[in-house]
Structure formats: structure tokens, C-alpha cells
């Protein structure tokens, strides 16, 4: 059983970078696309960008300039950094592993079907 | 950006009811779509991938059917285990936009 677990600070500085990492057990890395999603107090939730095992990416273009997703396939581990954080960056952020199901007529669609349980970053002073 | 709406936002509902929640897209997505199942203080749960395949465990009563921009979220004997909060999300293209959710209550 695939299993996912975000680790990182509870609380960051305003101006300062978040820094997560998600830790992939059960499974490997490899093969897979993997995500960041967010989600504010109270709030719905945002995707925020994906990588490839092989290191490929692609961002929500309204965090691109400030963010950064890695991945180290020899920890099982990828990564995620958010650069000049403010006040409304706080939330819970996850990590998702991301599938893909090949339809043989209307081709491939994708699902995020293994979660971590969340990590709450406040951004505060 | 594709934007995604979900009505009702709010439901109230018996054990037993059957459920429809609907999904509808700014722009057509194809089949491109999926339902997950959040409760408080937990991650999401996928129920359905490509707007109508039923997730593995995921419990039969949970079905999902449309395409292009109109989709909906049937439980059809809404169980107690079931009260949570509902969201479509695109991934026909880039960013991968959610609904704002469908909160389903107890009557």
C-alpha cells in the first residue's frame, strides 16, 4: 500500500521560504507524477504544480515565479519550495501521487489517488 | 483558466436519500474529470477518475457520469459515513482547477 507523508516546519516567516518534503513508502517513485495541492483554513483547495520521476515539471501559473518542485528518486522523497511567502500562503499543504488511466478510444486521463495527510504551514511573524 | 462550479454548495440530507451533486466546467474538458470525498481534518479520497470510473474501494453507491461541461455525483442510499464535503477537479489542462465544494449535511 502506497503511502505518503509531508514533513516540514509548522511555521515560516513572512518574506521567507516554505520548504516541504514528501516521503513516498510502499511504492517506488519512479514511473509516476507527483503533486503539491493546498488547501487555506476553511477553504477549498488549489493545485500548485507536479514533477515527473525524471525531474520534468509543470506549474500552476499563478504561484510559477515563486515556486519550485524537486525530486530525489534515490530518498523516494520529492520536494517542494515557496519562495516569498505571505500571510495568505498559510494552509495545509499536501503531497498526491498522480495516475493515469488509458483509455484505448478516448485516451489518457489523469487522478490523484494517494494522499498524505497534510501538513499546516502558518505564515506569521 | 478552466473554472468549475458545483451546485448545490450546500445539502441536507437524510440516511437513505439519494444524492446529486453537479459539476459544471467553464469550457469543455472531455471526460477529464474527477470526485474526491474530504472530511474534516483529513486529505481528500478519490471516489471517481474520468468523469464516470468508479476508484478501487471506493463503495458502489458513488457513481459519476458527463462529459464535456456538465457532470454530476450520484450516492444513491446516502449512508451515514458519507456526510463530508464534495469536490470535482479538471485535469484536462493546466492549472488543475477544483470546484468550491458541496458540503453534505445531515437532515
Known amino acids: 500500500q502506497v503511502q505518503l507523508q509531508e514533513s516540514g516546519p509548522g511555521l515560516v516567516k513572512p518574506s521567507e521560504t516554505l520548504s516541504l518534503t514528501c516521503t513516498v513508502s510502499?511504492?517506488?517513485?519512479?514511473?509516476?507524477?507527483w503533486s503539491w495541492i493546498r488547501q487555506p483554513p476553511g477553504k477549498g483547495l488549489e493545485w500548485i504544480g507536479y514533477?515527473?520521476?525524471?525531474?520534468?515539471?509543470n506549474y500552476n501559473p499563478s504561484l510559477k515565479s515563486r515556486v519550485a518542485i524537486s525530486v530525489d528518486t534515490s530518498k523516494n522523497q520529492f520536494s517542494l519550495k515557496l519562495s516569498s511567502v505571505t500571510a495568505s500562503d498559510t494552509a495545509v499543504y499536501y503531497c498526491?501521487?498522480?495516475?493515469?488511466?488509458?483509455?484505448?478510444?478516448?485516451?489518457?486521463?489523469?487522478?490523484?489517488?494517494?494522499w498524505g495527510q497534510g501538513n499546516l504551514v502558518t505564515v506569521s511573524s | 483558466d478552466i473554472q468549475l462550479t458545483q451546485s448545490p454548495s450546500f445539502l441536507s440530507a437524510s440516511v437513505g436519500d439519494r444524492v446529486t451533486i453537479t459539476c459544471r466546467a467553464s469550457?469543455?474538458?472531455?471526460?477529464?474529470l474527477a470526485w474526491y470525498q474530504q472530511k474534516p481534518g483529513k486529505a481528500p479520497k478519490l471516489l471517481i477518475y474520468?468523469?464516470?470510473t468508479l476508484q478501487s474501494g471506493a463503495p458502489s453507491r458513488f457513481s459519476g457520469s458527463g462529459s464535456g461541461t456538465e457532470f454530476t455525483l450520484t450516492i444513491s442510499s446516502l449512508q451515514p459515513e458519507d456526510f463530508a464535503t464534495y469536490y470535482c477537479?479538471?485535469?484536462?489542462?493546466?492549472?488543475?482547477?477544483f470546484g468550491p465544494g458541496t458540503k453534505v449535511d445531515i437532515k
Open positions: 498526491a501521487r498522480v495516475s493515469q488511466y488509458y483509455d484505448f478510444l478516448t485516451g489518457s486521463y489523469s487522478y490523484f489517488d494517494y
Open positions: 510502499g511504492g517506488s517513485i519512479r514511473s509516476y507524477y
Open positions: 514533477i515527473y520521476y525524471s525531474g520534468s515539471t
Open positions: 469550457q469543455g474538458i472531455s471526460s477529464s
Open positions: 474520468a468523469a464516470s
Open positions: 477537479q479538471q485535469l484536462n489542462s493546466n492549472p488543475f482547477t
